[in-house]
Nanobody
């Protein structure tokens, strides 16, 4: 059974940093793109970042470019999201997801497995 478990969320002041981790179990995902999405209160879930199976190709939503970095460690079956210079508008539940193929995507429907989410709250 595939399981994705996010960790690293919490409360941080604006301008601070957090690193989210997502550990996958049940099978290896070194050939699969992975992504991070987030859902703020009262809003639709939105794409944040994605990374190819090899880790070479990444893509970000415009609002986090230059502040967030997605990376992966295929030996640990884990994907990370380093978040710097956090803003109150980054407050959301953050979800990691795995796609069935190697290429990246920013579309929710392209992802097959999802974690339960981790809360990130940025105070002003």
């Amino acid at each position: 059974q595939v399981q994705l478990v996010e960790s690293g969320g919490g409360l941080v002041q604006a301008g601070g940093s957090l690193t989210l981790s997502c550990a996958a179990s049940g099978r290896t995902f070194r050939s699969n793109a992975m992504g991070w999405f987030r859902q703020a209160p009262g809003k639709e879930r939105e794409f944040v970042a994605t990374i190819s199976g090899s880790g070479v190709i990444t893509n970000y939503v415009e609002s986090v470019k230059g502040r967030f970095t997605i990376s992966r460690d295929n030996a640990k079956n884990t994907v990370y999201l380093q978040m710097n210079r956090l803003k109150p508008e980054d407050t959301a539940v953050y979800y990691c997801a795995v796609r069935g193929i190697v290429s990246i995507s920013h579309e929710e429907d392209d992802y097959n497995y999802w974690g339960q989410g981790t809360q990130v709250t940025v105070s002003s």
